[in-house]
């Protein structure tokens, strides 16, 4: 028999707080808008969510290179001590909840109000729930055997356990072929 999931309180916060969000945002967005653009608005969102993904881990948590004892106390490296613990895996809120709060409050400026921003923060809330299943996934449960998931898969354990300062893309892959870090 499978090993049952470590769900840990943290998973469960996490996971609480951004289905919420996300779903008072997507009701905003479709109560107001067409479905085919809360779509296309939800995607651009996702969009950015994966370059967000991507500048976070690159540049907030292992660059500039050469210097990972700078790092030694960080979250991120305590992740990388111990990939496995389901603990260190799931951003805590206190992280990403100032991080939420902050592209709201410029999604309210730039679209001063418009419902396309409920669309948009969906979408980035949508990214960042995947990155958080699939990376925990990623930690706890051996490659999955279909083709484009151990492609990622396999891409994560590189840059854990070949090269952290490459494969800095978790849900996609394409930002490191755009930078060259694959
Ligand atoms: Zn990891
Ligand atoms: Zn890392």
């Given at each position: 028999?499978?090993?049952?999931?470590?769900?840990?309180?943290?998973?469960?916060?996490?996971?609480?707080?951004?289905?919420?969000?996300?779903?008072?945002?997507?009701?905003?967005?479709?109560?107001?808008?067409?479905?085919?653009?809360?779509?296309?608005?939800?995607?651009?969102?996702?969009?950015?969510?994966?370059?967000f993904?991507?500048?976070?881990?690159?540049?907030?948590?292992?660059?500039?290179?050469?210097?990972?004892?700078?790092?030694?106390?960080?979250?991120?490296?305590?992740?990388?001590?111990?990939?496995q613990?389901?603990?260190?895996?799931?951003?805590?809120?206190?992280?990403?909840?100032?991080?939420?709060?902050?592209f709201?409050?410029?999604?309210?400026?730039?679209?001063?109000?418009?419902?396309?921003?409920?669309?948009?923060?969906?979408?980035?809330?949508?990214?960042?729930?995947?990155?958080?299943?699939?990376?925990?996934?990623?930690?706890?449960?051996?490659?999955?055997?279909?083709?484009?998931?151990?492609?990622?898969?396999?891409?994560?354990?590189?840059?854990?356990?070949?090269?952290?300062?490459?494969?800095?893309?978790?849900?996609?892959?394409w930002w490191?072929?755009?930078?060259g870090?694959?």
């Amino acid at each position: 028999m499978r090993k049952p999931l470590p769900v840990t309180p943290k998973l469960l916060l996490a996971y609480g707080v951004y289905t919420v969000l996300v779903s008072v945002h997507l009701a905003w967005a479709l109560k107001a808008m067409e479905w085919p653009w809360v779509v296309l608005a939800g995607g651009g969102g996702w969009v950015f969510w994966t370059f967000f993904e991507y500048l976070l881990h690159r540049w907030g948590f292992h660059e500039p290179p050469g210097a990972p004892a700078a790092h030694k106390y960080d979250i991120h490296w305590d992740h990388h001590r111990v990939p496995q613990d389901p603990e260190r895996i799931i951003t805590s809120l206190w992280l990403s909840l100032p991080i939420a709060a902050l592209f709201w409050g410029l999604l309210w400026l730039i679209a001063q109000g418009h419902p396309i921003m409920g669309a948009v923060y969906a979408g980035i809330g949508v990214g960042y729930l995947g990155y958080e299943t699939l990376h925990y996934l990623m930690h706890v449960r051996p490659v999955p055997p279909f083709r484009f998931l151990r492609k990622l898969w396999r891409h994560h354990y590189l840059h854990h356990y070949k090269e952290p300062n490459r494969y800095y893309g978790v849900t996609v892959r394409w930002w490191d072929y755009v930078f060259g870090t694959a």
